[in-house]
């Protein structure tokens, strides 16, 4: 009842150092440049919902005659970018607030904001994203408390000003574009709580991390002059301004910070220098993401991932081993000291084998992966070996004679706890338990004959007992 209890309390602490390991990103405001603004009263939120007859590509493609990025695309290009505009749209609400209301061209300019971003990625809907809320100008945010122009949030609602989105495409080039930075906080959160994202993109936003280390340290020190201050504040922020500039002032960033842009290029498989190839990867960059692609299969980053087959071990080890091992270890003719050995070896073979396939990938931390070993793997196996040792039987049989020398009443059933001499498995009452039917038997001095089968582990097991009279 203790070990259980003791498991149970191990396994919400695992949860719960799961779940917040997890929820590292939060919300994400952008909330730099803001100016002061009067603080409206939020009414309730204005929907715009999209008719089927409204989706036409001809009209998407009218609407986006102000965007740089989409005119620069061949026809047959603007026809998958349309495409993609309209199955955004469909997947997502988009609301009015403080008395805003959505109009058709709005929604596909924000939409095509998210597919800019993602359009040279496979998984392009933001799928944890369901509703995006446009504010007319600067909003008031009680969970942040500050006046903010934009938020991605985990709940999956992206905010937005819509006087703020408009000016980040009105100026191309000063690096400043609210609508990219809000979907690249989206993007990145995706990962973890989107159920459609490119594993590819989780595995190059690694090595994007190590290359970017050094300049968010210079951008703190001050000593870096062409990402702004605020890409220093974390990586999220880091990315995201990266993203703005990726797409603003591309030239000027590949030749300030080729490696940061190389790396971003191959992140979200296009490169904005491409105009002519429509942002198409040059065969430098796209032969770079076959070889990631190839070393990410032998060396997987699952950070980010739903699911992973340790979390299923460990559930087993939690829910299900405590029953089997309650009957499996009592029959076993081995003592208590033997049955912990067998665990502790577990528990160092499992680290040593399979450290650098979980914690090294990601898929656990170490603490997390310290609780699997304990409550999962080492629980898994050592039932396994018993399960397995009883099922397949070695031939033969051995048998043991042990003289009584004492009775004891045990079980609330009747069965009789028996004392041999030696204090013969005294730490084992499963073995020298004896039926209450037998009690005219039990007594001093009698031989208590027990029979052992051994299984292929070589593990001995109770098979039976005899008792016979002195």
């Known amino acids: 009842m203790l070990i259980g209890l003791l498991f149970l309390i191990l396994f919400f602490v695992f949860i719960h150092a799961t779940v917040y390991g997890k929820m590292a990103e939060g919300n994400v405001p952008y909330a730099e440049r803001n100016t002061q603004s009067s603080r409206g009263r939020l009414v309730m939120p204005i929907p715009f919902r999209l008719r089927t007859g409204m989706l036409r590509t001809e009209d998407i493609d009218r609407s986006l005659h102000w965007m740089p990025y989409y005119q620069k695309l061949s026809k047959p290009a603007k026809d998958v970018f349309c495409g993609r505009v309209r199955e955004f749209m469909q997947s997502k609400e988009f609301s009015g607030m403080m008395g805003l209301e959505v109009h058709f061209d709005m929604a596909v300019s924000v939409s095509a904001a998210a597919v800019q971003l993602t359009y040279g990625l496979e998984h392009y809907e933001l799928s944890h994203f369901h509703s995006i809320r446009i504010f007319p100008e600067v909003f008031y945010s009680k969970i942040n408390r500050n006046y903010l122009k934009g938020g991605a949030s985990e709940s999956g609602v992206i905010f937005l000003s819509w ?59 001050g000593e870096h002059n062409f990402l702004r201050k605020y890409g220093g504040t974390n990586m999220h922020e880091f990315f995201a301004v990266c993203v703005e500039h990726f797409f603003e002032v591309p030239k000027l960033f590949r030749e300030k910070l080729p490696d940061v842009y190389n790396k971003l290029c191959v992140l979200l498989n296009q490169d904005p220098c491409e105009e002519q190839r429509d ?16 070393l990410w299969k032998r060396m997987k980053d699952y950070r980010y991932a739903k699911w992973h087959w340790s979390l299923s071990i460990l559930l087993a080890g939690i829910f299900l081993t405590p029953y089997f091992l309650f009957v499996l270890i009592p029959p076993v003719a081995i003592s208590s000291s033997v049955l912990w050995a067998m665990y502790t070896a577990f528990l160092i073979g499992g680290f040593a084998l399979q450290y650098r396939k979980i914690v090294k990938q990601q898929a656990l931390n170490v603490t997390q992966f310290i609780f699997y070993l304990l409550l999962g793997f080492g629980p898994v196996l050592l039932t396994l070996v018993l399960g397995l040792n009883m099922l397949i039987i070695l031939p033969g049989e051995t048998v043991e004679q042990y003289k009584m020398t004492g009775v004891a009443r045990m079980t609330s059933d009747g069965d009789y706890k028996i004392f041999l001499e ?44 005899t008792i016979r009279e002195k």
């Open 279 to 294: 942002y198409r990867l040059t065969s430098h960059h796209a032969s770079e993401r076959i070889i990631d692609r190839s």
């Open 163 to 221: 006087k703020h989105f408009v000016e980040g495409y009105k100026n191309g080039a000063d690096t400043f574009n609210l609508g990219l930075h809000e979907f690249a906080h989206a993007l990145k959160i995706n990962t973890t709580q989107g159920s459609d994202f490119d594993e590819e993109f989780v595995h190059y936003f690694t090595e994007l991390e190590k290359s970017s280390s050094p300049v968010i340290d210079s951008i703190r020190r």
């Open 422 to 465: 030696n204090d013969q498995y005294t730490d084992n009452n499963a073995l020298t338990i004896v039926s209450k039917y037998d009690r005219d038997l039990i007594r001093k001095g009698n031989v208590l004959e027990l029979s052992f089968k051994t299984g292929i582990f070589g593990i001995p097991f109770k098979n039976g007992y």
